[in-house]
């Protein structure tokens, strides 16, 4: 059973164009996470959600908008793909905001060409 | 605000050598300490955790790590290492009981096991 996961797997899109990440968690985890990982390995992170609620809102530009529907799926939506968007787009979840311990999907690699 | 240093981008050594990976940190408050592994092409692995208590912490393959508060380190140390361990190794910390759990990555420290 997998606890995090993600789809899709690879994406591969044209600038400009819109697209969309999925993430799931079946660990009945109240806060989630996205992170970007970019080609030097660097891991940053981007936004969290707690049983629906923003409350970690790095700096990230307005393109980049999470959803989450239910405190266990955190979707993230890209608008007007840029080249510097290619990464490889990381989930997360614990068990609740303040529980350090996160659980990651196995990622998702965007190519922007 | 918090930061993690990881002095070395890449270690080789040998199969069945000690190893060391180093991690130093910086915050204002206390802290947890983290040791996350990255195989090729997947996510990303709890190895182990520092949260209160014994310095020494021990993890998953083998793995441990200590905590020493007055030189701001967590290094990470396997006393025989072998080929399945070649991966990515990621020290993290975040500010203990905060009202949201950021937790800030080092850049790594690629580590390849030669025959």
């Known amino acids: 059973d997998t606890a995090v996961s993600q789809t899709p797997k690879y994406l591969v899109t044209q600038m400009g164009n819109d697209k969309s990440i999925k993430c799931e968690q079946n660990?009945?985890?109240?806060?989630m996470y996205w992170y970007k990982q970019d080609s030097k390995k660097f891991l940053k992170i981007m936004f969290s959600?707690?049983?629906?609620?923003?409350?970690i809102n790095e700096t990230v530009p307005n393109r980049f908008s999470p959803k989450s529907p239910d405190k266990a799926h955190l979707n993230l939506h890209i608008n007007s793909l840029e080249l510097g968007d290619s990464a490889v787009y990381f989930c997360?979840?614990?068990?609740?905001?303040?529980?350090?311990?996160?659980?990651f999907g196995p990622g998702t690699r965007l190519t922007v060409t | 605000a918090q930061s993690v240093t990881q002095l070395d981008s890449q270690v080789p050594v040998f199969e069945e050598a000690p190893v060391e990976l180093r991690c130093n940190y910086s915050?204002?408050?206390?802290?947890?300490l983290f040791w996350y592994v990255q195989y090729p092409n997947q996510g990303l692995q709890l190895l182990l955790k520092?949260?209160?208590?014994?310095?020494l912490v021990k993890g998953i393959n083998g793995f441990e790590a200590e905590f020493n508060k007055s030189q701001t380190s967590f290094h990470l140390r396997k006393p025989s290492v072998h080929i399945s361990d070649t991966a990515e190794y990621f020290c993290?910390?975040?500010?203990?009981?905060?009202?949201?759990?950021?937790?800030?990555f080092g850049s790594g420290t690629r580590l390849s096991i030669r025959p």
């Open positions: 997360a979840s614990s068990q609740d905001r303040a529980s350090s311990e996160q659980y």
């Open positions: 660990l009945g985890h109240d806060t």
């Open positions: 959600y707690n049983n629906k609620e923003l409350i």
């Open positions: 915050s204002s408050v206390s802290v947890y």
């Open positions: 520092y949260l209160s208590g014994s310095t």
């Open positions: 993290a910390v975040s500010e203990g009981y905060s009202s949201a759990s950021k937790i800030i």
